[in-house]
């Protein structure tokens, strides 16, 4: 069974610092997800990762995966508050199997 | 393009009565997932259609059901409401690529 795993749940984090979120999984999979999530809305696609060592980056935003490790990371450059959301990552096994999704990581970001 | 679609927004119903809950996909996409977000549970995979066939199921009961139509728009089912079932319900669809979700039904059981 494939399980995913987020640390920190929670993250209060100053405007301006730098912080990065982990995303752990089980098994080897086919491809990773990150999603944002603002308080009562839907989920945002941030990225998708499918292969050993993808890198995308979009604003202060980076995500990377490592396969090898089952792991992969979401990094805030110079946070500001407009970031503070729950951020997922969701993992899938193969081909058209469901997402599985990570408890998610809420992120605070203050003055 | 206009997104994903659910209707309605909000519910709130009594325990043992039942509800239908209706997602439209971004035209074009054949996949329709749904997910029931809790804050004790996170997200949950509740089941996935594809052409109107169900192609993947989650460890849901039986109580919850679906079904898809030939236009591709989904509808899924709870029966014998628990307060359990309180919850975010969100479908999302894909082609290729991201599954992108809509805004979600806020199911309130009292």
């Known amino acids: 069974e494939l399980k995913v795993e987020q640390n920190p749940l929670f993250l209060s984090m100053q405007e301006g610092k730098n912080y990065t979120i982990y995303c752990n999984y089980s098994?080897?999979?086919?491809?990773l997800y990150w999603y944002r999530q603002d308080p009562g809305k839907s989920l945002e696609s941030l990225f998708v990762?499918?292969?050993?060592?993808a890198v995308k980056q979009e604003g202060r935003l980076m995500a990377s995966l490592d396969t090898k490790a089952r792991l992969s990371t979401l990094h805030i450059t110079a946070a500001v508050h407009d970031l503070s959301a729950t951020y997922f990552c969701?993992?899938?096994?193969?081909?058209?199997?469901?997402?599985?999704f990570g408890k998610g990581t809420r992120l605070s970001v203050i003055a | 393009k206009a997104g994903v679609t659910q209707t309605p927004r909000y519910l709130i119903k009594t325990r043992g009565q039942q509800v239908t809950l209706s997602c439209s996909p971004i035209?074009?996409?054949?996949?329709v997932s749904w997910y029931q977000q809790t804050p004790g549970q996170g997200l949950q995979f509740l089941f996935e259609?594809?052409?109107?066939?169900?192609?993947n199921k989650g460890n849901f009961p039986g109580r919850f059901s679906g079904r898809q139509f030939s236009n591709s728009r989904s509808e899924m089912n709870v029966s014998t409401l628990e307060l359990g079932d309180s919850a975010l319900y969100l479908c999302?669809?894909?082609?290729?690529?991201?599954?992108?979700f809509g805004p979600g039904t806020r199911l309130t059981v009292t």
């Open positions: 999302a669809s894909s082609l290729v690529g991201p599954p992108y």
């Open positions: 098994t080897t999979s086919d491809r």
């Open positions: 990762l499918l292969s050993n060592g």
């Open positions: 969701a993992v899938v096994l193969s081909g058209n199997t469901p997402l599985v």
């Open positions: 035209s074009g996409h054949r996949s």
């Open positions: 259609y594809f052409s109107e066939t169900q192609r």
